[in-house]
């Protein structure tokens, strides 16, 4: 797959078909997340890799969009450390392009997968660390869901909007927008 067509052709796919996905290949995908670009190089990010059945139940109870994982062969608990970012705020950018990066690199290798936001939600935030014991500097970012496809969406919609480019400014082109 051509990056560029992965790029437009990704979507959430939150069905699976609940076949197990080998532990190479999900290595391979959190590899690609490892060379997500970070400020200052800093790559304040830990993966846990989840394929525990009772810990995606207990996922399952705490996050109320993540009823994938009941089919999911794994999730990836993206995480980030305060310790290690470039500055306070900086270890949630540095994850989301981490996250990104995980999803694109499962899609290439034909696989489903869906970001389940855990950060800013606070309560969201505690029960996982609470599920997952991570100490008082490790922030839990998102947890991304992957799988066999049931089945791959046919029709790549156009999500292009032109309306939202501007050159050198902002400048209103409608009235109704401002």
């Given at each position: 797959?051509?990056?560029y067509d992965g790029l437009l052709s990704r979507r959430s796919i939150r069905k699976y078909t609940g076949e197990k996905i080998d532990d190479t290949l999900i290595s391979s995908i959190i590899k690609a997340?490892?060379?997500?670009?970070?400020?200052n190089n800093r790559r304040p990010w830990h993966f846990i890799v989840v394929d525990e059945r009772e810990t995606?139940?207990?996922?399952m109870k705490v996050h109320p969009y993540s009823s994938m994982l009941s089919e999911a062969s794994h999730a990836?608990?993206?995480c980030g450390d305060e310790k290690l970012q470039n500055g306070p705020g900086y270890y949630v950018i540095d994850c989301s392009a981490a996250t990104q990066n995980i999803l694109l690199a499962a899609h290439s290798l034909g696989f489903g997968a869906v970001w389940l936001g855990v950060e800013p939600r606070s309560e969201r935030k505690n029960a996982i660390?609470?599920?997952?014991?991570?100490p008082e500097h490790i922030h839990p970012v998102s947890i991304v869901s992957i799988g066999v496809p049931l089945k791959i969406p046919e029709k790549i919609p156009s999500?292009?909007?032109p309306e939202k480019i501007r050159k050198n400014r902002w400048e209103i082109k409608d009235k109704r927008q401002k």
């Open positions: 797959m051509e990056l997340g490892m060379y997500a670009p970070s400020a995606m139940n207990e996922i990836i608990l993206v660390k609470q599920i997952f014991g991570l999500r292009f909007e």
